[in-house]
């Protein structure tokens, strides 16, 4: 497509990078099919190829964002679904981050939008704040139809709505520490022990840990390490998110050092998207530009690793799983086999469910700021998982899990729950009333 | 580019945006009205992204009931009316004007009835054309028509355009696999034309609605027929050193009486383009590729394959390469309809759509060739070859002004290379804004007398999508 930035436009290196993504987008229109918000909401404008139209014509004109802009962007969930579908290799993330960052600098929203959005920048990203939020949004959960009542405290009771009514105990698996390989040690990894994941469901991250040392790995979870950044980096944050980034990076390499690191393990796909773009958020930085490859390079989802393990086939378990492929997971990170694969060996039978491009609603913290369009994308997901008739439904992500959870009775669980069991682990409180059936 | 010209925009529209807008607002319900004026400038082109001019406001109607409002208005106030699906058009069919009302019809995507027992379907405008295939696949049905675009195009769109695809070879184009529609006009009377049989007496305005362009009027339903899918289908890939050879080759296959589903062209640099996208295992070291699909029971498909390989035999074929899987036939295909956007990896470009008799395809290939190469540009073939429908992709440099503007020529040279050669300016796309002007280089004045005649009957004031098909000039008076 036509361009239309000035030399000086481009010597800001944002924008330069914009402009390459900009040109190679020749407007066929395909990213409107397989996007969320344009099938919900029927409107180009609520589309990828709408929104790279804006964001160009607000940074061709050195424009500070508008009300329109702001509102139009603000609805694209980040699922990445149309770079899945881009067949001239548009690379939309890093073109609406940069759109967000410009949004952050030059608009100033609506006192109780800035509210929201600053009292989760302050909440989500730490474990004992977050805790603390949750435990008193139990005690606001009756008020949730009350707020909902108002456009500008939607947000408010979306919030109430998602905070479970109970929370798991502190877990220690989230705190720092080395969990030793049982027998042979054929690996050291790393394990990102998170920021929402660890208080909503401290599970995942145990039975990651008990699933890797049983397979002869090593794994550390390092001291100092904080949230991957992805959720202020989402708001267009950027100091904030590449503070968290530096922060990590430097942790990670330290381990790198003591002993070598096969991979940094991570369980929310979320959190993996954004640490292997760590390379590319860091690229200015001299000093760290890098250090922070190194670690992109180092990033690798559960699944990924696991399935470089070459994990024997299991005894079938007569139990249907409808595989949700988070959008961070299918479309951010291009792992779609993999967990299918493992999930498919570990003995359960697997399902597809239709319109699986599609995103539940969840991502990030859209299912707050969004409620409206997320609560009829979770519709729309949980029909489809639920049309497969499945006996559970296995994803990667914890805001997924959230999501989904808050839709349907079927069980959801993180795959490598079911695939610690699978392999020599507790069967999942989750599940437990579930009966396996023995194939006759 | 800026040769083709636009009609002057109505002052008297213009004038009065103000209270149109207004009295649109008042029309539509809340979120169906574009009008802010940076939220319009996303609609100011579809896929000929070339050419761009911001419409006066975008109507997203919800209903058949509130296009007829919509149209009702303007035709009362004197307002040009563009029509747009989802804006995917290669002849810039839906590029609305300064005093044009675009009416969109993206959120009227609903699939109303599948009737197997009569193998239809009734649907929204804006469905898209693989949602219907989608919504029937798990009885064994598909609607056959499938243009490139069928992920995202709109079955209103295709109407529009007429449009075909690789497998219109075997099951014809959307006109042959159209029953009826639901057509607003533009003074806002809403007619059904057809129905669920093959013909429905009278005079066959379903005919002439399909391919109308959106100037006859707004299609907001459409029942369309089923077409039960084949027992197997099997895309092989044939291999050839030349583009000449390749050509010849899809003559000679189709003068012995042998029709499959599709035969697809594709000359290197498409080849090297797709592969790239798709890794669909296509042979890099060809200078042409065929694409054939053969379909039925597995003794059909190889009876008819061995008469295609003993005809490619001749034709000195290089690579005979079998698909082996599900899996490989997808990939191939997502390459090949995927192949126009991909090329945006490498640069932008102008597609063409001309269509010329199976004989004559050595001869324009050779010519597309002279043509780009004299202009100083590349060229990237993919196409219909079966039905002669070719698609030359012109590269070029957009942000170049002189670049663009010999591709523009080398365009027009093409098309009425195509034209000479007994063909015709489009197979598919629609003449749109693109081919507008050459239309006189394919049809006398008295055959666009007649046209202009029959457009005139629907629309009197040329208000619906009117900068497009007919050329400006010596157009009927209102």
Known sequence: ?440 | MDQIAFLEPRPAVLSRRREIVADLLDLLPEGCLVHEPRELVPFETDAFVSYRRLPLAVALPETTQQVAAVLKYCHRYGVPVVPRGAGTSLAGGAIPQEDAVVIGLSKMAQILEVDFANRTATVQAGVTNLAISDAVSADGYFYAPDPSSQLACTIGGNIGMNSGGAHCLKYGVTTNNLLGVKLVLIDGTIVDLGGKALDAGGLDLLGVVCGGEGQLGIVTEATVRLVARPEGARPVLFGFDSSEEAGACVADVIGAGIIPVAIEFMDKPAIEICEAFAQAGYPMDVEALLIVEVEGSEAEMDAMLASIIEIAGRHGVKVVKECQSATEAALIWKGRKSAFGATGRIADYICMDGTVPLSQLPHVLRGTAEIVAKHGLRVANVFHAGDGNMHPLILFNANDPDDAARAEAAGNEILKLCVDAGGCLTGEHGVGIEKRDLMRHQYSEADLAQQMAVRAAFDPQWLLNPSKVFPLEGRPAA
Not at chain 1, 14 to 25: D, F, G, N, Q
């Open chain 1, 1 to 440: 497509m036509q361009t239309n930035f000035t030399a000086e436009q481009l010597a800001d290196p944002h924008v330069a990078t914009s402009e390459k993504i900009l040109r190679k987008c020749v407007h066929c229109g395909f990213c409107t099919a397989t996007c969320p918000t344009y099938v919900t909401l029927g409107n180009e404008l609520d589309s990828p190829r709408g929104r790279i139209y804006l964001i160009k014509d607000m940074l061709e004109n050195g424009r500070p964002a508008d009300a329109e802009v702001v509102t139009h962007i603000d609805r694209c969930l980040s699922c990445l679904a149309c770079t899945t579908t881009c067949p001239s290799g548009v690379d939309y993330m890093h073109l609406v981050d940069h759109a967000r960052m410009h949004i952050e600098e030059t608009y100033r929203r609506p006192f109780w939008n800035r509210l929201t959005r600053n009292i989760l920048a302050a909440t989500l990203p730490y474990p004992s704040r977050f805790r603390l939020a949750l435990k008193a949004a139990a005690l606001g959960r009756p008020f949730a139809g009350f707020f909902k009542r108002f456009k500008a405290f939607e947000p408010i009771g979306a919030m109430l709505d998602l905070a479970p009514k109970t929370l798991p105990k502190a877990s220690a698996s989230s705190k720092p520490g080395t969990y030793d390989a049982a027998g042979e040690r054929r690996g050291r990894v790393a394990i990102l022990s998170g920021c929402a994941q660890p208080v909503l469901k401290p599970g995942i991250n145990e039975a990651t840990i008990r699933l890797l040392t049983r397979l002869g790995v090593e794994v550390v979870a390092p001291a100092g390490e904080v949230c991957c950044g992805s959720l202020v980096h989402h708001m267009g944050r950027e100091a904030q998110a590449l503070e968290a980034a530096r922060r990590n990076v430097d942790v990670w390499l330290a381990e790198v050092e003591k002993g070598g690191l096969d991979a940094i393990i991570i369980t929310a796909s979320g959190c993996g998207t954004t640490i292997k773009d760590y390379g590319f958020m860091l690229r200015l930085d001299p000093v760290y530009a890098g250090k922070a490859a190194r670690v992109s390079a180092l990033a690798k989802d559960v699944t990924e690793y696991l399935a470089t393990l070459d994990l024997p086939q299991q005894e079938a378990k007569g139990l249907t799983v409808a595989y949700h492929s988070a959008c961070s997971m299918q479309h951010g990170q291009k792992i779609t086999m993999a967990p299918k694969t493992l999930l498919k060996k570990a003995g359960f039978t697997v399902r597809d469910p239709a319109e699986g491009h599609l995103c539940c609603g969840s991502a990030g913290t859209y299912n707050i700021l969004q409620p409206e369009i997320s609560a009829k994308l979770k519709a729309r997901k949980v029909k489809n998982i639920e049309a497969t008739k499945p006996d559970l439904i296995a994803t990667g992500n914890i805001g997924c899990i959230t999501q989904i959870a808050t839709g349907t009775a079927v069980p959801i669980l993180h795959t490598v729950e079911l695939l610690d069991w699978a392999y020599g682990g507790e069967k999942p409180v989750a599940i437990s009333n579930l009966a396996t059936k023995m194939p006759a």
